[in-house]
């Protein structure tokens, strides 16, 4: 059977522009792989509501589970919430329990629960709450999409959140087999590898180090026995 | 007059698996803010045929220019070329200006121009050639589509090669200002200052570190005088 799917919205100027280098890609990416879940696409969309309204809409409808980050703060460019109720045709509104969550919060470490704080318990109708325990402030999930923060140590507290709600598929196995010889010399043999070998994933990534060509191939596949003969049938080719 | 408009596609399962934390983003976003081009998109997706047709399409009629990166290898995962073709309607085959450029650069390197490596010299009908100084094997341009190599120093020779072609706009002024403090406590004032300079962009990018939030503000513009004015107000306010 084939693993789960998942997508990944990123939503911010900031990386866009270039003055971030996003990182919650890389981790969502890892986290998933390890849990046996396909990461298939991934967009990244500036602060403009229509635009991630069709994003959520386009990436919700083609595969199985959706992460977003950013956008879910207190600031007035923290347009996520109403976005994601826009995509789902749901009302957005303070709910209490959020409130609640956020008023305990405040109150114990002193800050105000002002008009802007409160909008991070807007939530869009019939979501669930995703727990954050470091800054309390909930990301929620809608349909088949998990809404998440944009800052890392929260983004990376989310997913470990989320995850274990999710039915994973078989983590995938995988080698790695670094050859010093430019894929135009290898790329005979490794097309005659993968055609040998179909129920396996293999790539083939490039690197050029100190002035010289050479190849990461990778064999990736759920079946520890086949990945491991294709790897000694590559070791033996080269 | 607004900036000109672009999208990134990148292609390869290695970003999407976490094997690989992509760089070219990050770098053709920097790239593009310097030339004041907007980039207003980014899609990954994996090495497959209508994933990138798909994408290709949707980006290269929403946004004046698209810049790919990935897939133009010689090896069998090396599928972006035919994609292109398909997304463009047209045929795919060996050129013969790429097939002497490689043929010339293999020769003095004593390599084989062998049949992985011609794959290398496969453009689609009417497409003109990108420059790459580090490996010869050329990148192309069809339509308002870049397609570039993956490979990080590649990838960064050939947009050197292709953004001295494209009209830029004017280039952004921003400032950053960072403030101690957490969002929730900013959000007022921030908002007002937003209502207050609609022609600039202001944004909130929240950080935690040593267990205490803040935020940097950053405030772009074209204009530098109004960029400068609202600066001197956000100092004034907080």
Chains 1, 2 share one sequence.
Do not use: C
């Amino acid at each position: 059977m084939p693993n789960p799917t998942a997508a990944m919205l990123v939503i911010g100027d900031e990386i866009l522009s270039g003055r971030t280098r996003d990182a919650n890609m890389h981790h969502l990416a890892g986290r998933l792989t390890e849990a046996g879940i396909t990461l298939g696409e991934v967009r990244i969309v500036s602060d403009d509501h229509d635009a991630i309204v069709a994003a959520v809409r386009a990436l919700s409808k083609a595969w199985d589970a959706v992460f977003t980050s950013g956008g879910i703060g207190p600031t007035h460019d923290d347009i996520t919430a109403d976005a994601i109720g826009a995509a789902f045709g749901v009302p957005v509104d303070v709910r209490e329990d959020a409130r609640a969550l956020l008023a305990a919060h405040y109150e114990r470490t002193g800050s105000d629960l002002n008009e802007a704080r409160l909008r991070m318990a807007r939530i869009p109708e019939g979501a669930t709450l995703i727990d954050n325990p470091v800054s309390v402030a909930p990301g929620f999930t809608i349909g088949n999409v998990h809404v998440m923060a944009g800052v890392p140590s929260v983004f990376q507290a989310m997913v470990a959140s989320v995850l274990p709600t999710l039915t994973g598929g078989v983590a995938l196995i995988s080698t790695s087999t670094r050859i010093d010889r430019a894929e135009g010399d290898i790329a005979g043999p490794l097309g005659a590898l993968a055609k040998e070998f179909r129920d396996l994933s293999i790539g083939s990534y490039p690197f050029q180090k100190d002035g010289r060509f050479g190849s990461n191939v990778v064999i990736r596949g759920q079946d520890k026995a086949r990945v491991e003969a294709a790897t000694a049938r590559l070791a033996e080719m080269l």
